[in-house]
């Protein structure tokens, strides 16, 4: 990781002491996006998932000084299409106050980073259709929705159904 700088922002690697600051912004992105009450996660089960036996998902800290300015979370998906990785942004969280001073760019900079020193041939997330600074933003960076696909999901109450025999 390259652990980029510029004169305001420091981009590093999460670490399992960081545990407790990625759960608030897990729960600051959950407030932004009208979901507080979805969340069901603590630091115990974030700690296992990124830094337990078995990681499921990786993460990136922005730092404007010594401040907390931001995360993105993320991890590999697959394309059967080119045979080769991708990495799917589950979250990026930007602390209000530092909107607009390149934090954003920052965590994209060092996720493309990362994607193209993995040999993977995509950076994919999703973005909530009311959000439109972000849509803006994400625009800028030159992504492309990919309007001709419909994210489907299922719970976990739906998947104990489909999984009876």
């Known amino acids: 990781m390259s652990g980029e700088t510029n004169a305001r922002c420091t981009i590093r690697r999460a670490e399992q002491s960081d545990v407790g600051l990625i759960m608030q912004f897990v729960r600051a992105l959950a407030e932004f996006e009208r979901l507080a009450d979805q969340v069901a996660a603590d630091e115990a089960m974030l700690a296992n998932s990124l830094f337990g036996p078995r990681t499921y998902a990786e993460c990136i800290l922005a730092f404007v000084g010594d401040k907390p300015a931001?995360?993105?979370?993320?991890?590999?998906?697959?394309?059967?299409?080119?045979?080769?990785?991708?990495?799917?942004?589950?979250?990026?969280?930007?602390?209000?106050?530092?909107?607009?001073?390149?934090?954003?760019?920052?965590?994209?900079?060092?996720?493309s980073r990362i994607a193209l020193a993995r040999g993977c041939t995509r950076l994919q997330w999703a973005v909530l259709d009311w959000n439109e600074g972000a849509i803006g933003f994400y625009r800028r960076l030159g992504a492309k929705p990919m309007s001709d696909w419909i994210i489907q999901r299922l719970g976990r109450a739906e998947m104990e159904a489909l999984a009876k025999v």
């Open 70 to 111: 931001g995360f993105a979370l993320y991890f590999h998906n697959f394309s059967t299409f080119t045979g080769k990785p991708g990495l799917y942004l589950e979250d990026i969280f930007v602390e209000p106050g530092f909107r607009g001073s390149g934090v954003g760019l920052a965590l994209f900079r060092e996720l």
